[in-house]
């Protein structure tokens, strides 16, 4: 037989209530796609009846299987564990608390059929309290001026893609809230569509200040990935020349207070600043070139994607070089 054309992916925590509805909608939803597909659910260390609900649904339904994380690792690490067990060539993520709309998945499909690697969906009305959709935005401003990718909507669990495209992306800590971005740096062509976006029924929402704070920091670690990854003797050098520029200036500063005066300068704190911005200029540096080896050892376009075309005009697919 062949295998599913369509996978698509629920991470779920504690949503035994939402998931028999959301097994419902997407079987309706895919009525209408004429190709193979399937559902894999992963329990990402759930406290109540989810699993014992996965597990009777893909008793009764082949297409549906599910994963179970030993404990509660994050939405980053339940998508890691999906991507790694799924088998369509096209990956739909969605949501499993019934905010996402299933009836949205075709749209996002046809997206996909007209060319683009990935598509985000965008939550033109979002049906969330005020104190969520006003982090979110400037969440989303800010992702955008950092990373270049505008989208009005990079967390929408409600995407579309190759499914390449996620197992080439790095898939940690908050690093699912970035995925667009991560794709775009790849030379993946991203789009985002609106989508409907519905009211939490069941349970409560996951999300929390604290998680907010953990994004922002793991949106250092995606700049770092898409601006420095294939250069990092110029982020760390860079850190190294602006250090080792105020040394200096100091430190010549301190030479002409004691050639031209008769202060000392031998107590002055000054110096020690001087003296410990010179050091660190000189390890920003080293580090900078050792990274650049390890770099050059383990391959530097390894993750540049090019498009190879076959024996026919119209046969292009895409490879790592």
Partial sequence: MNGPVVSLLAPAKNEAESLPRLFTEIRAAMQSQHRGWELVVVDDGSTDDSWRVI????????????????????????????????????????????????????????????????????????????????????FNRMTGLITGLRLADHNCGLKAARTEVYRRVPLYGELHRYIPALAHQLGYQVRELAVNHRPRLHGKSKYGFERYVRGALDLLTVVTLTRYGRRPAHLFGGLGLLSGTIGTLILLYLTGVWVFTEQSIGTRPLLTLGMLLEIFAVQMVSVGLLAELVLHRTGRDRDITVLVAGSTADEVSPRSA
């Fill in 55 to 138: 597990t009777e649904q893909a008793a009764a339904d082949p297409r549906f299987r599910g994963i179970r994380l030993r404990r509660n690792f994050g939405k980053a690490a339940a998508l890691a564990a999906g991507v790694a067990e799924v088998r369509g060539e096209l990956l739909v993520t969605i949501d499993a608390d019934l905010q996402d709309d299933p009836a949205e998945i075709p749209r996002l499909l046809d997206q996909l059929d007209d060319g683009a690697d990935l598509v985000s969906g965008h939550k033109a009305d979002r049906k969330d309290p005020l104190g969520k959709r006003l982090p979110s935005k400037l």
